[in-house]
């Protein structure tokens, strides 16, 4: 969707940073994730101008793009997630897991 609002709104920042072209994307594609990473993924929240699946804000895919950590999917859309119960249960258990 980011590729193609940043011909609609070529001045708009944020949509020439969050494109799947975008330096900061394909730059964050490249580190290698080497420690225990948890990746909560925000399931609900569709908006109909999005195509595939997603939370509101980020498809489903692109939250799962990553095939280096644990994914974990809530049934929360992109905003709401970081104030439910399970992420704040899921974080406090992580920070006691110990580190291999």
């Not at 498809?59 to 970081?82: C, G």
């Amino acid at each position: 969707m980011a590729d193609w609002a940043r011909y609609m709104f070529p001045n708009y920042k944020l949509f020439k940073e969050i494109g799947t072209k975008s330096i900061p994307v394909t730059e964050g594609k490249k580190i290698t994730v080497n420690i225990p990473w948890t990746q909560l993924v925000s399931t609900t929240g569709r908006v109909p101008w999005m195509i595939p699946n997603n939370d509101g804000v980020v498809t489903i895919r692109s939250q799962k793009s990553r095939t280096d950590m644990e994914v974990i999917e809530l049934p929360y859309n992109h905003y709401d997630i970081m104030c439910a119960p399970e992420t704040v249960k899921i974080i406090k258990e992580t920070l006691n897991k110990p580190i291999i």
